[in-house]
C-alpha cells in the first residue's frame, strides 16, 4: 500500500503490523524531507508516528475525536488525514499549519498552539457526548513536559473525579518537551524510567536473548509480552499516582512497538471511565541527528538531510534580540547577585540558555507554568531579589491574572521580558505576539517600553533594573538592527523619554519598538516622492507616554500618524489618541499596525505585506489619507 493513498485514518484499519511499519517509514520520509527543505518542528513528529498509527488504526476519526496537545507533534496525524500529498507546503503562507486547525481538516478536532490545553479540551467534548446522549471516543495526547502545566493537572483532578466517564488520555513521555522538563512530577517519571528493573529489559538484555543458541537470533513474539508485563510489574508507582487520582492505568509500554499499543488502546476503550495509557517514546525517533540533539531539532529551519546542518543564510545577520538580552543579562548578573533570569521552558527561545549556561546558579525554570513564573518571581521581589522573567508574548497572556493582581496591584519590581512581541510568522495566529500592548496598557503601576533596537535594549534592561516597580521590555523575533553593541557600562534611560530622530514640519511619525526603523524609512519615502517632511519620533514608552515631547509637536504640526507592530484596538495608537483627547488636542491621527484580525501563519515579510506594514506601503496608505500630495 502506497501511503500517497492514504487519504482517510480510517484506511488504517485492518493493515498488519508490518503494513503499518512500512507505512511508519514512509511518514518518516516525507515528515524529513518536508522539514529539512523549509523547516518546522520535526522531533516531536517523528517521536509519535508509531503511537499515531497504532491510535488511529483503534478509532473511527469520523466519529471518535482526538486531541493533540500543542500541536507540533501532530504532523503524522496530518500526513494520514488527506494532507499528504500538500504537505511540502507546511508553515507556508496558505499552506498546511504548522498546528492543528479546525478550519483545514474535519479531522483536526481542536486547534491550540499553547501546551497543555488538550486534556480539558478532550473532557469537555467528552462531557458534551454524554449529556446528548452519543457514544464515540474522546482522547486527549499530552506530553511529559505538557503535563507539568498547572491546566493539565486541573483537568486529570476533574476527570478522574467522574468515574463513569469514557476518556482516554494517552501520555507520550519521552523526557522532552522544547527543552528538558523539569519538576517532581517529570523527576518522578525519569526515576521510574531509569529504575534498575527497567534497565533489566533494556536493548542490551533482548540482544543477549537474541544470541542464545536455541533462539536463532529472533524474538519469540512471547518475549514482548513478557517484557510488557515486566515492565508494569516494575513501575507500580507510576500508575499508583493516577490511579489514585481515579484514572485505570496502563502502561509504561513501548512507544515504538505498534503491535503492543494497539493491544493497550483496544483494551483501554473497554474500560469505560477515564484510563491513561503510559507511552514512552524517543524524540526524533529514526534520525540520529534529531535522536541525539533533541532541543537542538525541537524544530529547525531548512537543514542538510545529510548532514544534519542548518543550511547557512545567504548574507550575514546582525545577533537576534534574544541572544543580546541573554548576553547582557549574564553580564548583569555578574555584576549583581540579586538578579535571577526565570524562564518557563523556553531557556533557549528566550536567551536564557546563556544565562543557564554561565550562571546556573541564578537561572530558574519552572516548567510550561507561566502563571507559577510570575508569581514566583513577585514572591522573589518580595525578599529583595531581582527577577526577570523571560516569557514568549503570546504566553504570557496565560499569566495575565497574575500579572495584574501579583505583580501590578502590589507594585513589585519584577521585569517582563516579552520576546517574540509582534508578527513572528510561520506558527500562525497561536503564536503571533500582537496583544501585549493592549494587555499592559492597563495594569497598575506597570512601565511599560520597547527598544527602537538592540543597543536600546541593553540602556532598557539597566533601566528595569534599576527601578522600583514593575515593568516589560517587549521585544521582536530574529535579528537585531546591527548597531554597535556595548560591553558594559550601560546607563539607564528616563523613565517615560521619547527622542527625536527625524525633524519636519509637515508630519509627525511617532513609532514604537521595532516600526521605529520603518518609520524612518517611511519618512524617507514621504520626502524623496512627496517632498513631506516629516518629524519621526521614537516613542520608547508605551506607559508613560511622553506627553511633553508629542504633545507640543501635535499641536503644531497638526497631522499625526502612529506606528506599532501589534493589535490596533486598545494599542499604542490608542493610547497616543487617548492621551491627545484628555487634553483637549484634536488633530487628524493615523494609525498604523494591525487591525483587528488574526494574522495567519506566513513569512514575517508576507504578513506585513498583507497587512499594508511595509514602508513604501505605509508611504502611501499616510499620503491617501491626508491627501498630502
Known amino acids: 500500500m502506497r501511503l500517497i493513498e492514504l487519504t482517510h485514518p480510517n484506511q488504517l484499519h485492518g493493515l498488519s503490523t508490518a503494513e503499518l511499519e512500512d507505512v511508519a517509514c514512509q511518514i518518516r520520509e516525507r515528515h524529513l524531507q518536508v522539514v529539512s527543505t523549509s523547516g518546522g518542528h520535526l522531533g516531536p513528529g517523528l517521536g509519535v508516528v508509531e503511537l499515531t498509527l497504532a491510535l488511529y488504526q483503534t478509532l473511527d476519526l469520523d466519529h471518535d475525536r482526538v486531541v493533540w496537545d500543542v500541536g507540533h507533534q501532530a504532523y503524522p496525524h496530518k500526513l494520514v488525514t488527506g494532507r499528504f500529498g500538500n504537505f511540502d507546503t507546511l508553515r ?327 520576546d517574540r512581541a509582534g508578527i513572528v510568522g510561520a506558527d500562525g495566529p497561536t503564536h503571533q505576539g500582537q496583544y501585549d500592548i493592549s494587555y499592559l496598557r492597563a495594569v497598575p503601576n506597570f512601565t511599560v517600553m520597547a527598544p527602537k533596537d538592540e543597543s536600546e535594549l541593553q540602556r532598557m534592561l539597566v533601566t528595569c533594573l534599576e527601578h522600583n516597580g514593575p515593568v516589560a521590555i517587549r521585544i521582536p523575533r530574529g535579528s537585531g538592527e546591527g548597531v554597535a553593541l556595548m560591553e558594559e557600562g550601560w546607563k539607564p534611560l528616563k523613565i517615560g523619554s521619547g527622542e527625536v530622530l527625524i525633524e519636519g514640519d509637515d508630519l509627525l511619525i511617532i513609532a514604537y519598538g521595532s516600526m521605529v526603523s520603518p518609520a524612518k524609512s517611511t519618512a524617507l519615502i514621504l520626502q524623496e516622492q512627496f517632498g513631506i517632511n516629516s518629524t519621526v519620533i521614537n516613542a520608547r514608552f508605551l506607559r508613560p507616554l511622553d506627553q511633553a515631547l508629542i504633545h507640543p509637536l501635535a499641536r503644531r504640526i497638526g497631522r499625526l500618524v502612529t506606528m506599532e507592530e501589534a493589535a490596533l484596538p486598545g494599542g499604542f495608537g490608542a493610547a497616543v489618541l487617548e492621551s491627545l483627547n484628555d487634553e483637549n488636542i484634536h488633530v487628524p491621527v493615523f494609525r498604523l499596525g494591525i487591525p483587528d484580525k488574526l494574522v495567519d501563519h506566513a513569512s514575517p515579510k508576507q504578513s506585513k505585506e498583507a497587512l499594508g506594514l511595509t514602508p513604501e506601503q505605509m508611504s502611501d496608505r499616510i499620503n491617501d489619507y491626508f491627501q498630502l500630495k
Not at 480539558?120 to 452519543?134: T, V
Not at 468515574?163 to 482516554?168: R, S
Not at 529472533?218 to 490511579?243: Q, T
Open 92 to 418: 507556508q503562507q496558505h499552506g498546511v499549519a504548522g498546528y492543528l486547525k479546525r478550519s483545514e481538516s474535519k479531522f483536526d478536532h481542536f486547534g491550540a498552539g499553547h501546551a497543555s490545553t488538550s486534556i480539558s479540551a478532550a473532557f469537555g467534548m467528552a462531557l458534551a457526548r454524554d449529556r446528548r446522549g452519543e457514544d464515540f471516543k474522546c482522547v486527549a495526547v499530552i506530553g511529559d513536559g505538557a503535563l507539568t502545566g498547572g491546566m493539565a493537572l486541573e483537568a486529570i483532578n476533574h476527570a478522574g473525579h467522574l468515574p463513569n466517564t469514557p476518556f482516554l488520555v494517552v501520555l507520550n513521555d519521552n523526557d522532552m518537551s522544547i527543552s528538558p522538563p523539569v519538576g517532581a512530577l517529570s523527576t518522578y517519571l525519569n526515576r521510574m524510567r531509569h529504575s534498575p528493573p527497567m534497565q533489566f529489559i533494556s536493548d542490551s538484555v533482548q540482544e543477549s536473548v537474541k544470541n542464545l543458541p536455541f533462539m536463532g537470533g529472533e524474538l519469540p513474539a512471547e518475549f514482548n509480552s513478557l517484557k510488557g508485563s515486566m515492565r508494569r510489574l516494575a513501575v507500580p508507582k507510576v500508575g499508583a499516582v493516577f490511579e489514585e487520582l481515579g484514572f485505570t492505568y496502563m502502561g509504561p509500554i513501548d512507544g515504538h512497538d505498534i503491535a503492543e499499543m494497539v493491544r493497550t488502546f483496544q483494551a483501554s476503550h473497554r474500560v469505560g471511565g477515564p484510563v491513561l495509557v503510559h507511552v514512552v517514546t524517543t524524540k526524533g525517533k529514526g534520525y540520529p541527528y534529531a535522536e541525539a540533539d533533541q532541543v537542538g531539532y525541537h524544530a529547525q529551519s531548512a537543514f542538510d538531510l545529510t548532514t544534519g546542518k542548518s543550511k547557512p543564510s545567504q548574507t550575514p545577520k546582525p545577533p537576534s534580540y534574544s541572544k543580546v538580552f541573554g548576553q547582557t543579562l549574564v553580564k548583569l548578573c555578574e555584576q549583581d547577585s540579586t538578579v535571577i533570569g526565570i524562564t518557563a521552558a523556553m531557556a533557549t527561545g528566550t536567551g536564557l540558555d546563556i544565562l543557564q549556561k554561565a550562571i546556573p546558579s541564578q537561572y530558574v525554570d519552572v516548567g510550561i507554568a507561566e502563571q507559577h513564573a510570575v508569581t514566583l518571581a513577585a514572591g522573589m521581589a518580595c525578599e529583595g531579589l531581582k527577577p526577570v522573567v523571560a516569557i514568549y508574548s503570546t504566553f504570557l497572556q496565560r499569566a495575565y491574572d497574575q500579572v495584574i493582581h501579583d505583580v501590578g496591584i502590589q507594585n513589585l519590581p519584577v521585569t517582563f521580558v516579552l
